[in-house]
């Protein structure tokens, strides 16, 4: 379905038949000026199309984008293999920058760098052997003349500095904008060479699986640049292993996809994950939309708001407005989230997937369909269902789930043994939000063991439980009981014993605060909160006993009022407390304990204000 959906994604976007076959558009940070007898007069950065990003704070930060131009498609071999009109450092200069030295050097452990010009020098000398065009001619010139090892404090190289590794670079003559890739006898001769080896492969013919037509299949598919996935590229479709062949097909001949299509679905994909409207990482897993439609920036950025994906940008190139956003921050303050821009299509198709690399491979975790207004009913219900308090206006996005089902900070550094959640539960939590059903149980499960493990922080109070993790407390069991099993506030009628207990143990540490007047070290709450969620029996006579001890240092109004709440909820109880709690009502008692302390700390700043 995916590949399909890519495939006429990229017919409505034409973006298929944007470059030339046997070319595609490669970032490029720097260009190589060169002089006609090859000498490098200087090294300049190239600057492509605006953007922006995000810090911490969600302050906007502006940046260029290296500048795309068009190269002869990167070779899919592995190992050290030069590209015709090569872009990558190590092949065209032999060298690597040492950050620690601030030194260039042609060493390294493998000799990898020396081997890679090696094969750059033999390969462009056979490929350009004949031409004598003043760019050609320049550009053998630098490659018979350049020499690693004289080079490595080169002046326009040590401008370069750091930024060396992991840049791209092209060759120009005597001007910037006259690069190599523009050479008319260079251009000939590649094509020339390319359309030769296609009619030499041995190419299978048949009825491609996606497009319905009888076509050359591909036996390679292309690379993709994949958040987290190898520098090289990872493969959405590939059959590296005899165990994957059938039929007496092999490689990817297996999957009856045509050059065409595959063509098709890649250049999606990468366009999909190189623009920022249009994917978004949560945790390792990248989720990518889109809409079925030409201009599908309207639905992409109301979604990628929905998903936590940052603020919309006046400046940005799909043509977003200051008064679009204006109505949108207006929108959000009157407390109807989230904000749906009107020109939107409701009944569009909306596409959403989540993948994950594996090694060389990105493996697809799930993929959605449906209609963009359904999505955003459900999105929407989602947010209710999430929400804990009824004045609160803030939404949950996923990035703030995953982080309430990891474990804290611990000793001022993030504990990056677990930071983690499985793939398959992230994407879960998704699909039941896109579809409108259950929550996974281990969500539920994993909120509430972080809770009874973690711990508040002074520097980060209410780790332990805030408003989100009550919030997917309250969906999940709201959800998996198909009715309002826990409202938005304290309720006087919910007469489940997890419930009651919890909302018995936030007042028993109210009592205990209030008795200490600010010197407690410790409270119950640190010693019998996980015991008391777990298993009330073994924990409330004790409390109880407590509670008597600590009344009676409090004035008559406020012994008085504790004992009327003592009381309602022992009442409730009849006097005896459950031995142990199911998963589904240790969930209640922490948002029974969450909403009453909720209720007793907003009774206390009432009477002051009163006072």
């Known amino acids: 379905m995916l590949i399909n959906a890519l495939c006429e994604y990229a017919d409505l976007k034409e ?33 492509g199309a605006p953007s922006y990003r995000f810090d911490k704070k969600g302050n906007k930060i502006p940046f260029f984008k290296p500048k795309e131009i068009l190269f002869p498609k990167r070779t899919q071999k592995p190992g050290i293999d030069s590209n015709y009109i090569e872009h990558r450092a190590n092949y065209i ?69 750091s930024n060396y590794n992991g840049s791209y670079f092209a060759f120009a003559l005597e001007e910037r904008g006259n690069f190599i890739n523009d050479d008319p006898q260079l251009k000939e001769r590649y094509e020339s060479i390319a359309k030769a080896a296609d009619q030499d492969s041995d190419t299978d013919t048949a009825v491609c699986g996606i497009l319905g037509k009888k076509l050359p299949i591909a036996r390679l598919h292309d690379k993709v640049k994949f958040p987290n996935g190898q520098s090289s590229g990872s493969q959405l479709v590939s059959m590296n292993d005899t165990a994957f062949e059938s039929y007496g097909k092999t490689q990817s001949y297996n999957s009856n996809v045509s050059e065409l299509a595959m063509k098709k679905y890649t250049s999606m994909l990468k366009f999909l994950l190189e623009d920022k409207n249009h994917h978004i990482l949560i945790d390792k897993m990248t989720v990518i939309f889109f809409a079925m439609k030409k201009n599908d920036s309207p639905e992409c950025k109301a979604w990628l708001d929905l998903a936590g994906g940052g603020a919309g940008d006046e400046a940005s190139v799909d ?28 009944n569009v198709t909306f596409y959403i997937a989540g993948f994950t690399p594996n090694g060389p491979r990105i493996c697809q975790k799930f993929i959605y369909k449906d209609s963009f207004g359904n999505i955003i009913k459900n999105m929407r219900r989602h947010q209710e269902d999430m929400r804990i308090k009824q004045d609160s206006t803030h939404q949950i996005y996923f990035s703030s789930i995953k982080r ?177 709690l199911s998963l589904d009502d240790q969930g209640c008692f922490i948002v029974g304990y969450y909403q009453m302390n909720s209720k007793l700390y907003t009774s206390n700043k009432t009477d002051e204000k009163e006072n």
């Open 404 to 580: 309430e089902l990891v474990p804290p900070k611990k000793g001022g550094k993030q504990n990056s043994d677990s930071r983690d959640i499985p793939p398959p539960l992230m994407a879960g939590i998704m699909l039941a939000a896109f579809n409108g059903t259950k929550y996974p149980d281990g969500m539920l499960a994993t909120v509430i063991e972080r809770i009874k493990v973690d711990s508040d922080d002074d520097k980060n109070h209410f780790i332990k439980l805030n408003d989100t993790r009550a919030g997917i407390i309250k969906a999940c069991l709201n959800r998996k009981h198909k009715r309002e099993v826990i409202t938005m506030s304290w309720n006087t009628e919910n007469k489940n014993p997890a419930y009651l207990c919890g909302g018995l143990f936030a007042i028993y540490e109210k009592i205990q605060r209030d008795c200490a007047q600010g010197t407690l070290n410790t409270t119950i709450k640190d010693a019998y909160f996980s015991a008391a969620c777990s298993r009330p029996l073994s924990v409330f006579p004790k409390l109880a006993t407590l509670s008597v001890y600590h009344l009676r240092k409090l004035d008559e109004k406020a012994n008085i009022y504790y004992s009327r709440l003592l009381q309602e909820l022992t009442d409730g109880l009849d006097g005896t407390y459950p031995k142990t």
């Open 319 to 346: 043509g977003t407005k200051e008064s679009d956003i204006n109505a949108a921050e207006k929108h959000i303050k009157s407390g109807i989230v989230p904000y749906i821009p009107e020109n939107t299509d409701e």
């Open 93 to 161: 200069f032999g060298l690597n920058f040492d950050k620690a030295s601030g030194k260039f050097t042609p060493d390294d452990k493998t000799d990898k760098a020396r081997k890679s010009h090696q094969a750059f020098v033999k390969h462009e000398l056979e490929f350009t052997d004949g031409l004598d065009s003043p760019m050609s001619k320049a550009y053998r010139s630098f490659i018979e003349n350049w020499v690693p090892e004289n080079e490595t404090e080169n002046p326009e190289l040590m401008k370069i500095g």
């Open 15 to 47: 973006k298929s038949d944007s470059t030339q076959e046997g070319w595609a558009n490669q970032a490029v940070n720097y260009c190589i000026v060169l002089s006609p007898d090859g000498k490098i007069e200087s090294i300049g950065k190239l600057i």
